[in-house]
């Protein structure tokens, strides 16, 4: 539920997810006989459930197997009042329960309410809603086409021929734009990025436009469906949170649009953002946290379902391998197909382009799959989905059923977040004084190299060596995400400046230039935390997910104080865009064509990569870090002639900075070079 209690969590385990307290076949018999006791004798249902709307008559339909009466409410406003109208609703197939009301019931209030042998239990839109009032208490009846803004039917996805053609900027709908110096009338709301144009005092783009002009393919969003924590009554006072406390998963978050109290609102201008971004050429992926509810016994889930929709433990309470409380049971046909049916959705509705699901590892393999292959087969084979492939907690789901990274080759189109090459990069997330490479480790270098590669197989690796995994993980470089920082834990900046508290500016400056540099020329599919490009901060908080807007906006006047590490993204972007050799689409492109160097010194990494990967280039390329302080000149290692600098320690260029013969790679740097 709340994120600091999910940090000081995962301190206690291994992300590889690979060291549990009991072992899989403890946990298998338990979890299935549990299964088999109390929740495989409900009915599945696998028809169309939720709210359809016309202008002449509207049908509802929730799945309630132990329902001894469901009754629907109508209102006429989203708080408060009294209900104008109760609808017994009557039993149907599948433990289904079914009303039809005839009449335009558009912008209608409604809720239903469960009564079983034991209680009536709490009102609740439904989990099918797809529309509700303010704080999510009511569902809405909407016409979902006179949401649509102008020119909708003809929104496209940018183009995306590889999925390691993607370059993934993760922000938060608040962060991007609710700084006073943004520029950005609509701030901390979706339309706030629809605005174009946009400049601070100082005369810098911001916004949309910054992104653009840095020129990533994808836009991350932090959870951006309803979420718990804000209060949307009352959005005169500052509040704040990431948004991993679902509510409705199928609704867009209220606080984020200029009206919460009408749901149509919230849908339109959610709309209005993906399609700003697509017009600029960026795709949308929405963070998704179907892993826990913000809590168990109120949830919508529980209100229709007591229990069923979560894994118990062994005492018959809510496992907790999310460490907020409770975890989901995704391996349970209606929970099952209710992430299958809202991906969808989601993808169908909204044109989005993809997904990021939070602790992936709480989801059983079977259900990533499903939700892979219906996506790609029935929206588009483009869209990316990626998620973290691990725990929190022990979960009763057997280990050989988790999505977590270890079984990242029984997911077909489905990748996993690399923390291999995020600590090795700059040391572990959860402890302040460890350094990684390029802080000046020499112990991190096979974790360095695996990184480079992907998480795939390379016989230059010794796997023994590399921090977390000990084998590959990823069948191909698509199934990985390489990243440095994201929302959790600090920021790049922060993290080597509590590091290395005795380093000055312009020293972290090298060592977080040399971090990028490294991402954003690695196989696989990069990953930038929004803000990263200039240096962010969050004042050395660790955990901000319910931090004041001080501690988490984007300052651009950052941008106009590191302008050239904004620049250096930007050319680093430009190099990996224009060379395919980069984002090479198989493993066996990877072990034909990239040899690593053997520069008989420890704070060195360098490769070649040659011949034609991708079939789209016959440059010669090599690659250099130096995370020493020392410079060192390389032209003994690599093949005579004439060379074009595209990166160094300072800049990064795709046209080319200059030409050597004598290529010298500085401290605390990286070295690109193309014949």
Same mark, same amino acid.
């Given at each position: ?5 999910f940090?000081?969590?995962?301190i206690?385990?291994?992300l590889?997810?690979m ?15 549990f ?11 696998d ?20 329902a ?19 609808v ?6 599948k ?11 558009k912008?209608?209030?409604?809720t ?17 809603a ?6 999510g208490?009511?569902?809405q009846?909407?016409d979902l ?7 909708w039917d ?9 999925l ?5 900027y ?5 962060d991007i734009s609710i700084?006073?110096?943004s520029g950005i009338k ?27 002009e840095?020129g ?10 309803d979420?718990k ?12 949170n ?10 867009p ?5 200029t009206?919460?109290h009408?749901? @149509? ?5 959610f *709309?209005?953002?993906?399609? &700003?971004?697509h017009n600029?050429? %960026? /795709?949308?992926? #929405? ?19 007591p ?11 809510y ?6 409380g409770n975890?989901?049971a995704?391996d349970?046909?209606?929970m099952?197909?209710?992430m299958?049916e809202?991906?969808?959705y ?6 989005l ?5 939070d ?10 799959n499903?939700i ?10 483009s869209?990316?989905?990626?998620g973290?492939?691990?725990?929190a907690n022990?979960s ?6 988790? @999505?977590?990274k270890?079984?990242?080759? *029984?997911?077909?189109?489905? &990748?996993?977040?690399?923390?291999? %090459? /995020?600590?090795? #990069? ?5 402890y ?6 390029v802080q000046?480790?020499?112990k ?12 795939t197989q390379h016989?230059?690796?010794d796997?023994?060596k ?8 990823a069948?191909?470089p698509?199934q ?10 600090h920021?790049?900046?922060?993290k080597?400046?509590v590091?290395?508290?005795k380093a000055?500016?312009?020293?972290i400056?090298?060592?977080?230039k040399?971090t990028?540099a490294?991402?954003l020329?690695?196989?696989g599919?990069?990953?930038i ?14 955990n901000?997910?319910?931090k ?5 906006r ?6 106009v ?6 620049q250096?993204?930007q050319?680093?972007?430009d190099?990996?865009?224009?060379h395919?050799?980069f984002?090479?689409?198989s ?6 064509h ?8 420890d ?8 011949g034609?990967p ?8 090599v690659v ?5 302080k ?10 005579k002639g ?12 795709a046209k ?9 790679v500085?401290g605390v ?7």
């Amino acid at each position: 539920m709340k994120r600091n209690k999910f940090t000081i969590a995962v301190i206690l385990f291994s992300l590889t997810s690979m060291l549990f307290s009991c072992s899989p076949s403890e946990q298998a018999d338990g979890h299935n006989d549990f299964d088999k006791k109390v929740y495989n004798k409900y009915p599945a249902y696998d028809g169309e459930l939720g709210v359809v709307y016309s202008p002449s008559n509207t049908t509802f339909r929730m799945w309630s197997p132990i329902a001894k009466t469901v009754t629907l409410k109508f209102y006429d406003q989203d708080l408060g009042g009294s209900a104008t109208k109760t609808v017994e609703m009557k039993p149907s197939v599948k433990g289904t329960w079914f009303a039809n009301i005839d009449g335009d019931l558009k912008g209608k209030y409604y809720t239903y309410q469960v009564t079983t042998e034991e209680k009536t239990l709490a009102e609740t839109p439904g989990t099918y809603a797809v529309a509700v009032g303010a704080n999510g208490m009511r569902g809405q009846v909407v016409d979902l086409a006179s949401t649509d803004p102008q020119g909708w039917d003809q929104d496209k996805r940018p183009a995306l021929k590889n999925l390691t053609d993607a370059i993934l900027y993760e922000i938060h709908v608040r962060d991007i734009s609710i700084s006073k110096n943004s520029g950005i009338k609509n701030k901390g709301k979706f339309i706030g990025l629809t605005e174009t144009g946009t400049k601070s005092p100082k005369g810098v783009k911001t916004g949309i436009d910054h992104i653009e002009e840095l020129g990533v393919t994808h836009v991350h969003l932090l959870p951006s469906y309803d979420y718990k924590t804000v209060d949307e009554t009352r959005l005169d006072v500052p509040q704040y949170n990431w948004g991993y406390d679902p509510q409705n998963y199928n609704v867009p978050e209220g606080s984020y649009s200029t009206n919460p109290h009408d749901g @149509a609102v919230r849908i339109k201008e959610f *709309k209005e953002m993906v399609q &700003a971004l697509h017009n600029k050429g %960026i /795709r949308v992926v #929405l963070d998704v946290v179907y892993n826990h509810t913000f809590s168990g016994d109120d949830s919508n889930f529980s209100l229709e379902v007591p229990g069923y929709y979560y894994r118990q433990n062994k005492e018959g309470g809510y496992s907790d391998a999310s460490a907020c409380g409770n975890e989901t049971a995704s391996d349970r046909a209606m929970m099952r197909k209710y992430m299958v049916e809202s991906v969808l959705y989601w993808a169908k509705e909204y044109h989005l382009d993809g997904f990021r699901f939070d602790l992936m590892g709480i989801h059983d393999v079977t259900t990533m799959n499903e939700i892979a292959k219906r996506l790609k087969e029935e929206v588009d084979p483009s869209i990316i989905i990626y998620g973290e492939g691990w725990t929190a907690n022990d979960s009763p789901l057997p280990v050989d059923q988790r @999505a977590i990274k270890a079984n990242t080759p *029984k997911m077909k189109g489905v &990748a996993a977040f690399s923390d291999d %090459i /995020r600590d090795a #990069l700059k040391g572990s997330v959860f402890y302040d004084d460890e350094i990684g490479y390029v802080q000046g480790s020499t112990k991190l270098n096979d974790a360095i190299k695996f990184g480079i590669v992907g998480s795939t197989q390379h016989d230059q690796i010794d796997y023994s060596k590399v921090n977390y995994s000990k084998a590959a993980w990823a069948p191909e470089p698509d199934q990985t995400v390489t990243y440095v920082s994201c929302h959790d834990n600090h920021t790049l900046y922060d993290k080597l400046k509590v590091s290395q508290p005795k380093a000055s500016e312009a020293e972290i400056k090298k060592m977080h230039k040399l971090t990028s540099a490294i991402v954003l020329t690695s196989q696989g599919i990069p990953f930038i935390h929004s803000g990263a490009e200039m240096m962010r901060t969050k004042g050395g908080e660790h955990n901000s997910y319910n931090k004041p807007d001080a501690v988490n906006r984007l300052d651009y006047d950052w941008k106009v104080e590191n302008k050239d590490v904004f620049q250096y993204y930007q050319g680093l972007i430009d190099v990996r865009k224009a060379h395919p050799a980069f984002r090479m689409t198989s493993t066996e492109m990877i072990q034909k064509h990239l040899k690593f160097i053997d520069f008989k010194d420890d704070h060195i990494i360098g490769y070649t990569i040659t011949g034609q990967p991708n079939g789209e280039t016959s440059n010669d390329i090599v690659v250099v870090f130096n995370s020493g302080k020392k410079a060192k000149n390389i032209a003994k290692f690599i093949e005579k002639g004439n060379w074009k600098v595209l990166v160094d320690g300072k800049k990064a260029d795709a046209k080319g900075i200059k030409s050597t013969s004598s290529p010298v790679v500085d401290g605390v740097s990286a070295l690109v070079l193309v014949k």
